[in-house]
């Protein structure tokens, strides 16, 4: 049983992508209180892997940051999109790539206290490339590498991605059950 009942939701602010939302609770012991956070629908991240073993990094302008991260393609759902569609079209997209062969990895919550995010990340192989389909404000370069190199590139930029390094251990996890790459 859990310890919060949700007595009333409200949005504070909306916009396509998230919104942010004042709860009041109540627990067990009869006190209420209030909870602050950001309600998103998901979000999905892709490691591409091209036949030779290769796969594909985004180096992206993150606009909070003021800085370029190294980061798998990932992007955040909208309320009732399925996390695979929302995969197919960031790796489009994003990336220039179209997949024949999908993966689920696994999911994980990226923000736990201040999000309800749910983060699904796919193995995707089978790659055709296509070309990107930027948006104007986005600032993304798309860098084919050995799979190992990528990972360091993760591993050791000054500021790493969080989700692609989870990502990173989702296809680890994967593996280590018996997926083959």
């Not at 594909?56 to 798998?72: A, I, M, N, P, S």
């Not at 079209?89 to 990895?105: H, P, S, V, Y």
């Not at 590139?153 to 990173?168: H, K």
Request: some cysteine; overall charge negative.
């Amino acid at each position: 049983m859990s310890v919060f009942r949700r007595i009333h939701s409200e949005i504070l602010v909306e916009n396509e992508w998230h919104r942010y939302r004042r709860d009041r609770y109540l627990l067990r012991n009869g006190e209420e209180g209030e909870y602050y956070y950001i309600d998103m629908a998901g979000s999905c991240g892709i490691i591409p892997l091209f036949e030779d073993g290769s796969t594909l990094l985004l180096r992206v302008e993150r606009y909070l940051l003021g800085r370029f991260l190294y980061e798998f393609p990932i992007g955040g759902m909208c309320p009732g999109e399925a996390p695979l569609e929302v995969a197919r079209k960031e790796l489009r997209e994003e990336a220039g790539l179209l997949a024949d062969d999908w993966t689920a990895l696994g999911s994980f919550a990226p923000y736990k206290g201040a999000s309800n995010e749910i983060c699904h990340f796919f193995l995707a192989r089978g790659l055709e490339e296509r070309g990107q389909e930027l948006e104007s404000c986005e600032n993304i370069k798309a860098l084919r590498m050995p799979l190992a190199h990528a990972r360091c590139l993760l591993l050791e930029q000054e500021l790493p991605d969080g989700q692609s390094l989870a990502g990173l251990m989702l296809l680890d996890r994967w593996q280590a059950r018996g997926g083959r790459l």
